[in-house]
């Protein structure tokens, strides 16, 4: 039974087979390329110490490919569950082929079992293939970008569970409303949703994030402190106010190709006064009225800066350390890559395996 | 002896829609068996419980001595041909085979490709490019060769032109008689059928109004004509199925296990079809006068 | 070999139909003992009827010691209906189509020949029967 669905499936296997073998000739002829375009100019400019702009025109080389292939990964799996997945058990359904294939001498549910085997090995195979092509062509490029989370999404394991996840919606979304066309638009909803949850919501609380505390400081530059100033014809109640400053985590602040979470600024008793660098929501930084001192939202005023006209950086640099503002920071270091990348995967794994329980349910009991 | 269909007070509810009521009925094995009721009757329905396509809401049923459990064992004892004879429109007629081939261990290759043969498909045709006939003979050579001891059709010939028909109860009656099948089949209307067939179900609303070998049925059957008579005016012991009258004349269709000798009435016989359809008047009738009969308590 | 065809509005009943084919053909000595007669399944095939009725048919010969079955083998032709020689009968055929085309000459159309050819064989049968 098997061999015949193979069979059955094999035009689009040998289509999609295919496309991934015209890739592959690409990506190796283009690759050996990026990675002799790597050791000229990266590592050349490593032992030169200047670095810059040889990174910015390694980083540029073949742009339009590389856009094209991190898109091709992403929208692999979507395009699986849509045109492999949601057609599978649906078009039996729409066209009333179950009544045959069901009164032949194999149980249903041994036949969704061939078909989901058939269909479902060439999805993750061929998503895998991809996922490599794509992470081999992408190393020398991902090694100067030096944050492996920039590309988690399109590299390595998780392409793979994306895949199988997207399939076994398609299947599931198949028989549960036999009709082709909704099956295939609800796979791509559906598929787009869960996609997006994971990646807002589940993947940053997979693993309990690390904190780090780290004084602060200011890159609020005067130049852009003043050109607000000088803009400003001091809207809203408060006649002194000169902008928002921008804080950045100070010396030893977020490890080395870590993936942050959030940051948030806090004041000495360890509340909570803006976020990502932004203090008081907007509004976060005062000229004390008449000119002297210097008040930080939440935080409290340095009164022994005299200010006649604008606060100097390193001003507001001493008024920030001695209200005692610090970053905290959240954090997935670099070393958990790859368990994020195991646990998701996993993650998509499973939910494709309960979808695939559920189709099997729903053929089982199937009445009409 | 063991029953090729054998139901008691069966029931299919989709949602509240009732589709088969309360339906209790035998068939026995060795038969080519005519389903008969009008549209609407639950006969797709029946067929469909038999063949393990849908589940019944209430009551049992038996197929070829068992429940139409799921089980390969007992799919591979049923062929099934359905009404509207689903193929897979993008397959070839070779493709077709190799489908049968591959989900039936018992499949007959030999005699599919015989019978491919002698319909004369093309082996490379799209199955959607094929004519009516050739889909239902298609359909029937799946459900032959895979060898069953029970063929079930649903509405086998009713989309089929007159020749397709004659074609394809040929094809039937000759693996009939090679592989000793016992048929089902179901039909609203009895005469295509009326040559193939030597037992009668007549299935209206979902009751079995008669069964039993044709032969016999047309045995027990005779029409009289003769002067209306009086309510004393019938002979003993006969049920009256219909009965028509002019001022003067009365037509009567009755069930009788002897000869009926009284002079005053025209004994003939009766064809099979004028005997189906007086069986669904009167059950038309008897569902007209008693408004219980066409809904049942949940 | 016999060529079975059915009439489905004559209101005999099938199997008596292939009955009395069989017997007419040994009557005309189109079969004669020894002859094989159609399988079941090519007579079921050819006229689309339930193999139960050529079954039927061919058991009701059987009976009648007209045929055998050899199981595995085919149904054989083991008896005669014909009395007079397969000569004698030339003779009245020819006799016959002679008299047929003097009816048709004088104006006769087929029903009133068959209605004549029917109201002599019952009077002959009746005089037989007296």
């Given amino acids: 039974m098997t061999r015949f669905f193979w069979h059955e499936f094999r035009t689009a296997a040998l289509v999609v087979g295919g496309l991934l073998t015209a890739l592959a000739v690409v990506l190796a002829v283009t690759g050996v390329n990026l990675t002799h375009l790597y050791d000229l100019l990266v590592v050349d400019c490593r032992s030169a110490h200047d670095c810059s702009i040889a990174v910015g025109r390694f980083l540029t080389a073949d742009s339009q490919l590389q856009v094209a292939l991190d898109v091709a990964v992403v929208a692999a799996p979507a395009l699986i569950g849509v045109f492999w997945g949601a057609p599978l058990v649906a078009r039996e359904m729409e066209r009333q082929t179950f009544v045959l294939a069901w009164t032949q001498s194999v149980t249903r549910s041994r036949w969704l079992a061939a078909k989901l085997g058939v269909a479902g090995t060439c999805s993750v195979l061929s998503s895998a293939l991809l996922s490599l092509m794509v992470t081999w062509w992408f190393r020398p490029i991902d090694l100067v970008n030096a944050n492996p989370f920039s590309s988690f999404d399109a590299r390595d394991l998780v392409p793979i569970g994306y895949a199988a996840f997207a399939f076994c919606l398609g299947v599931a979304a198949g028989a549960l409303l036999r009709r082709t066309l909704p099956a295939m638009v609800s796979t791509l909803l559906a598929f787009a949703v869960v996609r997006v949850a994971v990646l807002e919501w589940v993947r940053p609380n997979l693993l309990a994030p690390l904190h780090r505390t780290v004084a602060n400081a200011t890159i609020a530059s005067l130049a852009s402190l003043g050109s607000a100033r000088a803009s400003g014809t001091s809207p809203g109640p408060n006649p002194g106010s000169i902008t928002p400053a921008q804080l950045t985590p100070g010396q030893g602040g977020l490890p080395p190709s870590a993936w942050l979470l959030s940051d948030r600024t806090i004041n000495a008793a360890g509340q909570t006064i803006g976020h990502n660098g932004l203090v008081g929501g907007g509004v976060s930084m005062w000229k004390v009225p008449g000119g002297h001192g210097l008040t930080i939202q939440g935080a409290g005023t340095c009164p022994g800066i005299s200010v006649p006209g604008l606060p100097s950086g390193p001003e507001v640099q001493a008024c920030v350390n001695a209200l005692h503002i610090r970053d905290v920071l959240a954090f997935q270091p670099a070393d958990r890559y790859w368990t994020l990348q195991g646990l998701e995967t996993a993650i998509f794994l499973l939910l494709a395996l309960a979808l695939a329980g559920l189709t099997f349910y729903w053929i089982q009991r199937r009445a009409g | ?298 | 070999m016999i060529d079975f065809h059915l009439d489905t509005r004559s209101g005999v009943a099938p199997y008596l139909q292939l009955v009395h084919q069989v017997r007419d053909a040994l009557r005309l000595g189109l079969l004669t003992p020894g002859d094989q007669l159609p399988t079941v399944k090519s007579v079921a095939g050819r006229l689309a009827i339930n193999p139960n009725t050529v079954l039927k048919a061919y058991r009701e010969l059987e009976h009648g010691g007209l045929v055998a079955a050899r199981p595995g083998v085919g149904t054989f032709v083991t008896g005669r209906l014909t009395h007079a020689s397969p000569a004698a009968h030339e003779g009245l055929r020819r006799e016959l189509l002679v008299w047929l085309g003097e009816a048709r000459a004088s104006g006769l159309d087929d029903e009133s020949i068959e209605a004549l050819f029917r109201e002599c064989h019952w009077s002959t049968q009746a005089e037989g029967a007296a």
């Avoid at chain 2, 993008?90 to 499949?107: E, K």
């Fill in chain 2, 1 to 298: 002896m063991r029953c090729a269909l054998e139901t008691q007070g069966l029931a299919k509810l989709y949602g509240h829609r009732l589709a088969l009521a309360d339906c209790t009925l035998t068939i026995p094995t060795g038969h080519v068996a005519a389903l008969v009721g009008p549209n609407g009757a639950g006969k797709t329905t029946l067929l469909h419980l038999a063949v393990g396509l849908l589940a019944p809401t209430r009551g049992a049923i038996r197929v070829l001595g068992e429940s139409p459990a799921r089980g390969a064992r007992q799919l591979a004892q049923l062929g099934f041909v359905a009404q509207e004879t689903p193929l897979y429109e993008d397959m070839s007629v070779a493709d077709h085979l190799r489908f049968g081939g591959s989900l039936n261990p018992s499949w007959d290759r030999e005699l599919a490709e015989r019978r491919v043969d002698q319909i004369g498909l093309d082996r490379a045709q799209r199955a959607g490019a094929l004519s009516g006939g050739q889909r239902a003979q298609l359909a029937l050579t799946l459900a032959i060769a895979k060898r069953p001891q029970l063929l079930i059709l649903d509405e086998p010939v009713a989309r089929l032109d007159p020749l397709a028909r004659r074609e394809f109860l040929q094809q039937l009656m000759e693996a009939v008689a090679e592989q000793g099948l016992s048929v089902i089949l179901s039909s609203h209307l009895v005469s295509d059928l009326e040559r193939v067939c030597d037992y009668l179900v007549i299935l209206v609303s979902s009751r079995v109004q008669l069964a039993g070998e044709i032969d016999s049925l047309l045995d027990s059957h005779r029409q009289l004509t003769g002067p209306r008579p009086g309510p004393w005016g019938l002979p003993e012991g006969q049920e009256v199925i219909e009965a028509t009258h002019t001022d003067r004349q009365s037509t009567l269709l009755v069930r009788t296990d002897g000869p009926i000798l009284d002079p005053n009435w025209g004994v003939d016989r009766i064809g099979l079809e004028d005997l189906v359809l007086a069986y669904m008047r009167r059950a038309g009738r008897s569902a007209a006068h008693s408004p219980m009969a066409s809904t049942v308590d949940p």
